[in-house]
């Protein structure tokens, strides 16, 4: 069984660009929720995905935006990158949307740096 | 509002003491409480969950962590710190459907 996977594992961006970043889910998951992590902080929820739409967002502008495809994949893009989305982009995916009962499975994470 | 709160964000022992991490959390918070471990450039893996089943909850690895209402805290604890459980260690809870994460205890295993 394959677990969550995520790319690129780095990545360097400069102010104004926009970046994509992937999540394979782990096989049977319908539900990805992706995090940031900045340095030395705990991860902060950006959003959660079920069954192809949004079912959830954290307190990210609208800059920050995602797509879960037909296979439960998912992309995070965001817009208009700045210095303080320099962070660790972590993807979760678990067999349901209900945070309680569900188990989130982590990927390594995305670590994108923003000069 | 600040939902958790881990005291102490760098943590070292000795190899064979006693782990004890430090969480409490917000009493407006409802009680699913979880311990998350990070390895160096690895996602977080679960540890255990509270869910008001049993007031000791017995995780992986040989942690444990114990829900004190009265305290309004989930400390982590291991009888005997091994050297593979140096990592980050973070608690965190549900509320409104999604994770809050505290900011993390690094533990640091001295040989």
């Known amino acids: 069984e394959t677990g969550v996977t995520q790319s690129p594992t780095h990545l360097i961006k400069t102010r104004g660009q926009q970046v994509t970043l992937r999540c394979s889910s782990q096989?049977?998951?319908?539900?990805v929720s992706w995090y940031q992590q900045a340095l030395g902080q705990g991860p902060q929820f950006i959003f959660q995905y079920y069954r192809e739409e949004e079912n959830g967002r954290g307190n990210f502008p609208p800059r920050f935006s995602g797509l879960q495809f037909p296979n439960y994949s998912s992309e995070l893009n965001v817009n208009a990158l700045e210095l303080d989305d320099s962070a660790l982009y972590l993807c979760a995916s678990s067999l349901g949307a209900e945070p309680h009962y569900n188990e989130q499975f982590f990927g390594p994470g995305t670590r994108l740096t923003v000069l | 509002a600040q939902s958790v709160t881990q005291l102490g964000s760098h943590v070292s022992v000795s190899e064979g003491a006693l782990v004890l991490l430090r969480c409490n959390y917000s009493s407006s918070v409802p009680p699913y409480l979880f311990w998350y471990v990070q390895y160096p450039n690895q996602g977080l893996q679960l540890l255990l969950k509270y869910t008001s089943a049993a007031t000791l909850v017995k995780g992986i690895n040989g942690f444990e962590a114990e829900f004190k209402k009265s305290e309004t805290s989930f400390h982590l604890t291991k009888p005997s710190a091994h050297m593979s459980d140096a990592a980050e260690y973070f608690c965190a809870v549900i509320r409104r459907n999604q994770f809050y994460f505290g900011t993390g205890t690094s533990l640091t295993v001295i040989p």
């Open positions: 096989s049977g998951h319908n539900t």
